[in-house]
């Protein structure tokens, strides 16, 4: 069983920014496949951004050039940089782990754009 803490959202102006954290347990981190997952208010969880245990990484069209994953391998932390937020990024954000078979799911962190 794999942990996964996430960390960092709030309440920002547009055109701010938040980076969230997603914390996960276990030896073996390097292995897995990283993402972050969104879900707005009557709206289906959509994928953000992910990244390989190489460090390949793929962005939804939404966020890209906004938004940047990164992990750290040394901390088994996945991290997200969210700048110049806009109103529509407002979602519950989720930190997914996949290895092999096996998917896990953070408890997920609001983040609020105001106009």
């Known amino acids: 069983q794999v942990h996964l803490v996430e960390s960092g959202g709030g309440l920002q102006q547009a055109g701010g920014s938040l980076r969230l954290s997603c914390a996960a347990s276990?030896?073996?981190?390097?292995?897995?496949?990283m993402g972050w997952y969104r879900q707005a208010p009557g709206k289906q969880r959509e994928q953000v951004a992910r990244?390989?245990?190489?460090?390949?990484?793929n962005y939804a069209d939404s966020v890209k050039g906004r938004f940047t994953i990164s992990r750290d391998n040394a901390k088994d932390t996945v991290y997200l940089q969210m700048n110049t937020l806009k109103p529509e990024d407002t979602a519950v954000y989720y930190c997914?782990?996949?290895?092999?078979?096996?998917?896990?799911w953070g408890q997920g962190t609001q983040v609020t754009v105001s106009s």
């Open positions: 997914n782990a996949k290895w092999g078979r096996y998917d896990w």
């Open positions: 990244i390989s245990s190489g460090g390949d990484t």
């Open positions: 276990g030896d073996i981190f390097r292995l897995y496949y």
